[in-house]
């Protein structure tokens, strides 16, 4: 069974500084992994995934996120935070030939001015 | 394309009561699932479809039933409301079993259960 942890529940950053998200894996196989976002009161947007090809796997807007298979940690980052990066991030799981996901408990993203 | 709709919006129940939550989607996709959100808990796979008329449970059955009598529709019921069933409910498709391919949610139904 698969499984994801997001070591941070809260991230607090000031705008134009960088992003950093922590997400780490459990699974048994070459898993998919996935970053979604949840602005306030909205629906989930996909980022980016990452489905064993490159390890460095780049999203929309701005963001990217590292797979490292040694560290089974699938962390996301932007180099500058805008005020509209401000939302709930979940890292993602699930298993190869699988569609049902594993989400984690996510991580709500504050941009201070 | 609409891609995946939820109906309602919102809901306010009394413990006890019924209601089924409506997802719908118009892209042809065999592949559906209802999931949960909590503060603090991510979302959880409540029940899930591989195609009309074959459904299974996931993580968090317990109080809900589904059907699938189309391949567009995935109504989830609940047959006695509890407290604990107050939520955030998410509907997803997807065309296939692949965990490559994208996987479209609805806008979400948020249930209060008194």
């Known amino acids: 069974a698969q499984s994801v942890t997001q070591l941070d529940s809260h991230v607090s950053v000031s705008e134009g500084t960088p992003v950093l998200l922590r997400c780490n894996y459990s699974s048994s196989y070459s898993p998919s992994l996935f970053w979604y976002v949840q602005h306030p009161n909205k629906g989930l947007q996909l980022l980016l995934k990452?489905?064993?090809?490159?390890?460095l796997v780049k999203g929309i807007n701005g963001f990217e996120a590292e797979f490292k298979k040694s560290e089974t940690s699938f962390h996301l980052t932007k180099p500058s935070a805008h005020m509209s990066d401000a939302a709930e991030y979940f890292c993602v799981v699930s298993e190869p030939d699988d569609y049902k996901l594993s989400f984690g408990a996510g991580t709500t993203v504050t941009v201070r001015a | 394309n609409a891609g995946v709709t939820q109906t309602p919006k919102f809901q306010v129940l009394k413990t006890g009561q019924s209601m089924t939550l409506q997802c719908a989607q118009d892209?042809?996709?065999?592949?559906m699932s209802w999931y949960r959100q909590d503060p603090g808990m991510g979302l959880r796979l409540i029940h899930y479809s591989v195609g009309a008329g074959i459904t299974d449970q996931g993580e968090v059955p317990n109080g809900y039933n589904v059907s699938r009598s189309t391949t567009e529709d995935f109504p989830l019921r609940l047959l006695s409301a509890a407290p604990s069933q107050t939520s955030v409910y998410f509907c997803?498709?997807?065309?296939?079993?692949?965990?490559?391919?994208?996987?479209?949610f609805g806008p979400g139904t948020r249930l209060t259960v008194l």
């Open positions: 997803a498709s997807t065309a296939t079993g692949r965990s490559t391919d994208t996987q479209y």
């Open positions: 892209m042809n996709h065999e592949y």
């Open positions: 990452y489905t064993s090809a490159a390890t």
